[in-house]
């Protein structure tokens, strides 16, 4: 039984950091690439970060590039968000996937949620102004 479990969410004022956790168990982990999306309410959901299966590989839009860091830990099937310098727009749920790779690669559609095999319920992340 595969299980995709976000935490870290929570209440943070503008200029600071938040560390979002995903643990994706059930799978093996070092076949799949993990990725964060995030959507606020009345807006598309919104791809942030992929990491590649082998951690050889990340990807950014530039709206998060420089502010946030996607990271995993083989040990403990968990992939981390860390996010800096939070500004008010980045008040969304954010949703943690997981998707079976046949190479080092995140899809080139990593950015869509249809694309994952697995995804998780999603933490809120509010920043106050």
């Known amino acids: 039984h595969v299980q995709v479990m976000e935490s870290g969410g929570g209440l943070v004022q503008a200029g600071g950091s938040l560390r979002l956790s995903c643990l994706v168990a059930?799978?093996?982990?070092?076949?799949?690439?993990v990725a964060w999306l995030r959507q606020a309410p009345g807006t598309e959901r919104e791809g942030l970060s992929c990491m590649s299966p082998r951690a050889s590989l990340t990807y950014y839009p530039d709206s998060v590039k420089g502010r946030f860091t996607i990271s995993r830990d083989y040990a403990k099937n968990t992939v981390y968000l860390q996010m800096n310098s939070l500004k008010p727009d980045d008040t969304a749920m954010y949703y943690c996937?997981?998707?079976?790779?046949?190479?080092?690669?995140?899809?080139?559609?990593?950015?869509?949620?249809?694309?994952?095999?697995?995804r998780g319920q999603g933490t809120q992340v509010t920043v106050s102004s």
């Open positions: 996937a997981a998707e079976r790779r046949p190479n080092d690669y995140c899809s080139k559609s990593w950015k869509n949620w249809g694309e994952y095999d697995h």
């Open positions: 059930g799978l093996s982990f070092t076949d799949y690439a």
